[in-house]
């Protein structure tokens, strides 16, 4: 599938789902998925998967809008929608999403794989307070996830507070757990100082859509 036919095909389905208002969700998978021609991968480092990886935010709410928004996006993910969007990404050659590990997630995925659910990696976004990363770092672990990373906004918290240590054992403990581990960020000048600093880091994640510069940073 080349890059234009995937983006339009992902679009209809988009459309198809928002258009179903509060109708039963129903998917038909494309005929001859599980053959489908695979998209272009990338490493993290010893993980490989599609160059294109499946957010989660819609799922949970975060619209970054607002607030109805941000209810109607988790009035509308069921569970059983959610499931049905994960198998469609697989379908369209996705072969990774990414999530944090709470516990609605950790129980959906569970099943979803229990089911035979086709997208079978999941990469963990850690995002919790810093008093709760290595919980959330272990509880992942756990959960089965093949690599994981820290959500930008703690990464930013504890650049920006110059708490590097508090950062670099949260990659460690990642390590340590023998998962690729990498951090995320809006602030394009974290991740060079990161590897100047020789952060034992796999992979990053840098916004794109609204980057912003540790000069906005407020510790309030």
Not at 39 to 68: A, D
Not at 130 to 147: T, W
């Amino acid at each position: 599938m080349r890059r234009r036919d995937f983006l339009r095909t992902g679009a209809a389905l988009a459309v198809g789902g928002l258009a179903g208002g509060s109708k039963a969700f129903s998917y038909t998978p494309v005929k001859g998925a599980e053959t489908a021609a695979a998209l272009p991968t990338v490493r993290l480092g010893t993980l490989e998967v599609s160059r294109l990886i499946l957010g989660s935010n819609p799922f949970w709410g975060y619209s970054h809008k607002s607030p109805q928004l941000d209810e109607e996006m988790r009035r509308y993910h069921t569970d059983e929608r959610i499931m049905q969007i994960l198998d469609e990404a697989a379908d369209c050659g996705l072969t990774a999403l990414a999530s944090p590990p709470d516990e609605r997630w950790v129980n959906l995925w569970t099943r979803y794989l229990a089911k035979g659910g086709r997208l079978k990696i999941w990469i963990s976004q850690c995002h919790g307070h810093p008093e709760q990363m290595p919980e959330e770092i272990d509880r992942s672990v756990k959960a089965g996830a093949k690599a994981i990373f820290i959500q930008g906004a703690r990464v930013e918290e504890q650049f920006g507070q110059g708490n590097f240590d508090v950062l670099r054992s949260w990659i460690e403990r990642i390590k340590k757990a023998g998962l690729p581990a990498g951090a995320a960020a809006h602030w394009p000048e974290i991740h060079p100082e990161l590897e100047r600093r020789k952060f034992p880091t796999d992979f990053y994640y840098q916004c794109f859509y609204n980057v912003s510069n540790s000069s906005d940073y407020s510790a309030a």
